[in-house]
């Protein structure tokens, strides 16, 4: 459900008593520090039940009385759960209703969703190359050309039907998703839906041989101390979990989701989520740029709102108030689970159905305006939904908008009905799996080749046939290797490293250089291209030294040219060093050129011993005679 249903508008005050503010203070989660816990990424130490630790606000560089005035101020007028953690300490609670509550989600759930691939990718059981038709054949040729991507970044194609979008329990989600025609190029267009979060739970589920509700609470909510007895899934009539709303559970495991996503990913010290997902949740996509794997993120200049009677393009960041490294998990009705990086925070709220951008913006601008330490961060602006019109640009009213749309469509009136006996179109081609490199960071050999363990997902119609080869971005890539897998096997590839990127792997040193690894899994259609970034370190060095003249003569100053390189592979290039000759030491030059004088008093083997860093000693000789 989209998290923006209308337009902006003054909230309703709701009322709260005395009796319910006295039950909110009694509700404050307050965790006793557990013997022997391990830390948390954040700082404090986690409890066994994966609790966070209550910390007084001011520990945490709040202004308590600022802290309480926000928190208290947004549960007197919109009511429901609320959490404020800081560097994985719990700061703040407030209930207006019961601790345990287990608010519904709406579509903070489509986050979790997210996660839930984060966690399979991870685990080398999805790509977000991947094509829907690798893992549902039954889907035809233009939905199963779809990428797990464009399903992510709502950038489908697909048709968006107002009524068959909301049809809820009474529907096969996946049947819906898999009967919608495709109205743009993939890729072109950002449409906010419902049913294709519906399709990625499913193809999480068929990648992972199991249910995706099984998958979420075994391979996430475990390992982060959530209970099965504390969640409850909304399923279709096929029994599937919706994916996009329909996540029922207590305030105290929102916080802990995004905590799990304020540690990138990690929790107690074992990476959970990929981190290459991770990365692009925040970041946006050309498209919306507040938009990115079913996340909303503050990133972006502008903005792309469907609502139920506009589509609005704001030029303006989500939350222009807050750090731009802000994201959320939002939801209609003000369900919301706020991440902020930079200042180490999560803030999140679920409860009954109010103005949106009220109680999201009020709650996360209170609590930012609350924190002393580093200096307050939130300006004094006006708020986005004081302001909403501004710089606004709306396409649709009737025409345009999500209502609007359905209602001048009467195809969409019928399509509810429709949707439950509408056939699959006939099944497209066999597609492939995407190829999944095993490393992120490999060392080039003294053959000029890297040495990648190349995988095949275990899940899908067809063994992976195809190439891989390695580039810089942009540039020609090495000789392609071949490669034949069967499904959910591995092997170890020696891929021929382009000339170019080996120079800029040795020019880095230490660091190396970012390469792109490109595979291209062959299929019944047009085969499946993946692009793995892989970072190569060079080879082992070795020096190579040169001295001139090899032969000086006793009882005269005679100045001697050192050369030092090292040579990486086939590449050979200065390097900086330190070269010790007759007792006196010097530095090569950036060209690694090197000057000494010498005077030798006895014919003799005058030693010259070099070092660098990273290499083995190297050395030359230099003969005095009379």
């Known amino acids: 459900m989209h998290p923006h249903p209308r337009t902006p508008r003054p909230a309703r005050r709701r009322s709260r008593g005395a009796a319910a503010l006295l039950a909110t203070l009694a509700a404050l989660l307050v965790v006793p520090a557990a013997a022997g816990a391990t830390t948390v990424e954040g700082g404090c130490p986690a409890t066994p039940t994966g609790d966070l630790l209550k910390r007084s606000p001011a520990a945490l560089g709040f202004d308590e009385p600022a802290l309480d005035r926000a928190l208290d101020g947004v549960a007197e007028e919109f009511g429901g759960s609320f959490t404020v953690a800081r560097h994985g300490c719990l700061a703040a609670t407030r209930y207006t209703d019961r601790a345990e509550t287990p608010w519904e989600s709406f579509s903070t759930a489509k986050s979790v969703t997210s996660i839930a691939v984060g966690r399979a990718i991870r685990l080398g059981l999805l790509s977000l190359d991947d094509r829907v038709g690798g893992l549902l054949p039954e889907a035809d040729a233009a939905h199963g050309d ?8 709502q950038v489908s194609g697909l048709h968006f039907n107002w009524v068959r979008d909301y049809l809820y329990v009474n529907d096969d989600h996946v049947r819906n998703a898999l009967t ?20 990625v739970a499913e193809m999480v589920s068929r990648a992972a041989g199991a249910s995706f509700a099984t998958f979420l609470q075994r391979e996430v909510l ?18 599937r979990a919706a994916g996009y709303w329909g996540v029922q559970t207590p305030e105290r495991n929102w916080v802990r989701l995004g905590q799990l996503m304020l540690q990138r990913g990690a929790w107690n ?14 970041a946006g996509t050309a498209i919306n740029p507040a938009y990115s794997m079913f996340f909303w993120t503050n990133r972006g200049d502008r903005q792309i709102i469907d609502t139920q009677l506009y589509r609005t393009f704001y030029e303006h960041p989500m939350a222009p108030y807050a750090p731009r490294d802000a994201y959320a998990f939002m939801g209609i009705g003000g369900q919301v689970v706020w991440v902020v990086p930079s200042l180490d925070l999560v803030v999140t709220r679920h409860g009954p159905y109010v103005d949106f951008d009220a109680v999201v913006n009020r709650l996360l601008h209170g609590v930012l305006t609350s924190i002393r330490r580093p200096a307050p961060v939130a300006s004094a602006a006006a708020l986005p ?24 469509d009467p195809g969409t009136i019928l399509a509810g009905p429709q949707v439950l006996g509408t056939p699959l179109p006939p099944a497209g081609p066999r597609r492939g799996r995407a190829l999944q490199v095993a490393e992120r960071d490999a060392t080039i050999g003294p053959d000029d080749r890297v040495p990648l363990t190349v995988r095949c997902p275990p899940r899908g119609q067809l063994p992976c046939r195809g ?22 096997t591995s092997a170890v590839v020696r ?22 690894v490109g595979a291209t899994t062959r299929d019944d259609a047009a085969g499946i291209p993946t692009a793995i970034p892989v970072r190569l370190h060079p080879p082992a060095g070795r020096l190579v030294v040169r001295v001139t003249p090899r032969t000086v003569p006793v009882g005269r100053a005679t100045r001697v040219r050192v050369t030092v390189r090292s040579r990486r592979g ?13 007792g006196r030491r010097v530095r090569t030059s950036a060209a690694g050129r090197a000057r000494i004088a010498v005077r030798p008093t006895r014919a003799g083997r005058l030693r010259v011993s070099v070092t660098a860093p990273g290499h083995p000693r190297g050395g030359a000789v230099v003969v005095a005679r009379r």
Do not use: C, K
């Not at 919608?180 to 399709?199: C, D, I, Q």
């Not at 010290?269 to 925040?282: F, N, R, T, Y």
């Not at 190439?467 to 499904?487: D, Q």
């Open 222 to 239: 475990d390992r982060i101390g959530i209970p099965d007895a504390e969640v409850t899934l909304t399923r279709d009539r096929t029994g």
């Open 467 to 488: 190439t891989v080869a390695v580039a810089r971005p942009g540039a020609p890539a090495g000789a392609a290797s071949t490669v034949e897998l069967a499904r959910g």
């Open 385 to 408: 939904w004081e302001s909403a019109a501004e710089g606004a640009e709306h396409e649709g009213g009737l025409e345009g908008g999500i209502l609007g749309h359905a209602l001048l």
């Open 269 to 282: 010290g074992v990476q959970l989520l990929d981190p290459e997902w991770m990365a692009e949740v925040p």
């Open 146 to 153: 779809l990428t797990l991507r464009q399903l992510l970044n």
């Open 570 to 582: 086939s590449v050979s290039a200065p390097v900086g060093a330190t070269v010790v000759l007759g």
């Open 180 to 199: 919608l025609p495709v109205e743009f190029a993939p890729g072109t267009r950002y449409e906010y839906m419902e049913v294709v979060v519906s399709l």
């Open 495 to 516: 891929l021929a490293v382009p000339r170019d990127l080996l120079r800029a792997a040795v020019a880095g040193d230490t660091i190396g250089v970012v390469a792109t």
